[in-house]
């Protein structure tokens, strides 16, 4: 038992009423066994000085706590301290806690959306392997037929605005030439 448990102890004692030598309201004493006494405690064999504990309950309180309009004024009121070393977690989980494979968590999110989700929507479900092959390759082609033809397209565009471009230049050059020479001026 510790010091602190002690003087709680032996506070409690002193603070609550003593049992017992009253009379019940029936008038009739209840029959008790006459009741053994208490070994003797050994104060030095504990560790602990009966002075030093008398001393310290003998001195006014360090605090006075005023009660509210909830609590009665005439309860004890009892402060504990309890000193001990802390534990380190290898003194609370054992010596062989770090040891061994960790135990498996929870399933992964690919495990849940497997468990989840119908086989008839998974992938190329409703085909078989082949059929599967044959739908991918033709998705592929249709792809690169398309980026294909995009492209043609734009090619064909800028062909067509370069053309335009050169036919809009002779235009100027021949009709420059012909104001040259409607002017009476050397071709050059």
């Known amino acids: ?26 008038g009739a004493e209840p029959a008790s066994k006459p009741e053994a006494p208490a070994p003797p405690v050994d104060a030095e064999e504990m ?9 310290a309950l003998s001195r006014p309180p360090a605090i006075t706590v005023q009660p509210t309009t909830r609590e009665r004024s005439d309860l004890p009121l009892f402060r504990m301290n309890i ?4 534990l380190s977690i290898q003194e609370i989980l054992g010596p062989d806690a770090f040891r061994g494979p960790a135990p498996y968590g929870g399933m992964t999110h690919q495990e849940f959306l497997d468990l989840v989700t119908p086989t008839d929507v998974k992938g190329f479900a409703p085909f078989s392997n082949a059929q599967a092959a044959t739908v991918a390759v033709t998705a592929f082609a249709l792809q ?12 064909a565009k800028d062909e067509r605005e370069r053309e335009a ?11 420059l030439r012909k104001a040259r020479r409607e002017a009476g001026l050397p071709e050059r």
């Open 47 to 55: 560790g602990v000085s009966l002075d030093k504990i008398q001393r």
């Open 144 to 155: 690169w037929g398309l980026k294909t033809a995009i492209r043609a397209l734009q090619d």
């Open 1 to 26: 038992m510790g010091l602190s448990a002690l003087i709680f102890c032996l506070a409690l004692g002193s603070a609550l009423p003593q049992q017992g030598g009253g009379s019940s309201s029936t």
């Open 165 to 175: 471009a050169r036919r809009e230049v002779q235009e100027a050059l021949e009709a």
């Open 83 to 86: 000193e001990e070393r802390r």
